[in-house]
């Protein structure tokens, strides 16, 4: 790797910092938790920039991260991989080709990280749609999202800005990365996340809490007590927040390592253990049928995209047990 390239690429460390981002609020304990995945996700894109973008390599140092934090840090490589390739269209593409190897047990992860080029550069959002996956490229426009709430946040949450270029279900998606980021920058207290919401229009709340749930599920800062305050504050949204907490169930599953934080969380939020709650999210995907149906070159245009629908169905059956639990 080139010094000038490390120079033009490589992120301080300031960037993830809590104090920096004016991100206030939270127990040490809370704030030393949330750092860590920026540290683990900034761990994982300079191994990438590091090595080149070699893959091996890339590979061997995501290795060497805790495996609690391996999902972010994998994240993070894969930002840097479809940044540079957005950068360098005339060389080979990195990003599949890690999508498809290193990165395929934290696919939802890497999926999420193809879209926060986004927040840096003025990319196409159909061409970035365009070339993912029918279902899960929606993902993208959740890590655009969040790359906003997170390093914009005062324009995020005390403005409310929708990117302008953003038209039709993208928005949607949009606001389920800035609720993910929300959990962050309210530094996991269940009061300050919901008195937030309260100040969005009622249709962008329930995305926003969706975004929540898989936060506080996958990244952590919860106990018990916390997920029941966070659960009785969604109100009305108990079913998009249970949503949000199946998918980081599913993914911390597909990546083989489910911490003691995500299976309270899952529990109290979904009224299902973590498995049970992954199982869930696999029938919902199942019963879409054929992916390639909906899969055009312009993916704003459906009423309702596979992947809404998807949640719609994860959403419609864990609102089942949440009742019961609630009962």
């Known amino acids: 790797m080139s010094w000038w390239t490390r120079a033009l690429f490589d992120l301080p460390d300031r960037e993830v910092s809590f104090r920096h981002r004016g991100f206030v609020g939270g127990s040490p304990a809370k704030r030393e938790r949330l750092e860590s995945v920026g540290r683990s996700f900034l761990q994982g894109y300079r191994a990438a920039l590091y090595n080149g973008g070699e893959l091996e390599a890339t590979a061997e140092s995501l290795q060497r991260v805790e495996e609690e934090l391996r999902g972010f840090a994998t994240e993070g490589a894969a930002f840097y991989l479809a940044l540079t390739d957005a950068l360098s269209p005339w060389r080979k593409r990195r990003y599949p080709a890690f999508a498809a190897s290193v990165g395929a047990p934290y696919i939802y992860m890497?999926?999420?990280?193809?879209?926060?080029?986004?927040?840096?550069?003025?990319?196409?959002?159909?061409?970035?749609?365009?070339?993912?996956?029918?279902?899960?490229?929606?993902?993208?426009?959740d890590g655009y999202?969040?790359?906003?709430?997170f390093f914009n946040t005062r324009r995020s949450f005390d403005q409310r800005r929708v990117p302008r270029r953003l038209r039709g279900y993208a928005r949607r998606a949009f606001d389920q990365g800035l609720g993910r980021s929300l959990w962050f920058a309210r530094v996991a207290d269940p009061a300050a996340v919901a008195h937030t919401i309260g100040a969005f229009s009622p249709p962008r709340r329930g995305d926003l809490w969706a975004g929540v749930g898989l936060a506080s599920v996958y990244a952590g800062g919860t106990d018990e007590s916390l997920c029941s305050d966070l659960k009785l504050l969604a109100g009305e949204h108990q079913g998009d927040l249970a949503q949000g907490a199946a998918f980081a169930a599913k993914a911390r599953l597909r990546g083989g390592f489910v911490p003691d934080h995500t299976a309270t969380a899952c529990r109290v939020l979904t009224g299902q253990e973590a498995a049970a709650a992954a199982e869930v999210t696999d029938w919902a995907a199942d019963s879409l049928g054929d992916l390639s149906v909906g899969w055009t070159r312009r993916p704003q245009q459906p009423p309702e995209p596979l992947f809404e629908t998807w949640r719609r169905r994860i959403r419609g059956h864990l609102m089942k047990e949440v009742m019961t639990s609630c009962a």
């Not at 999202?145 to 709430?149: I, K, N």
């Open 145 to 149: 999202g969040f790359y906003e709430g």
């Open 110 to 141: 890497v999926q999420v990280a193809a879209g926060m080029p986004l927040g840096r550069l003025p990319l196409s959002i159909e061409g970035t749609l365009g070339r993912l996956h029918p279902l899960l490229r929606w993902l993208a426009i």
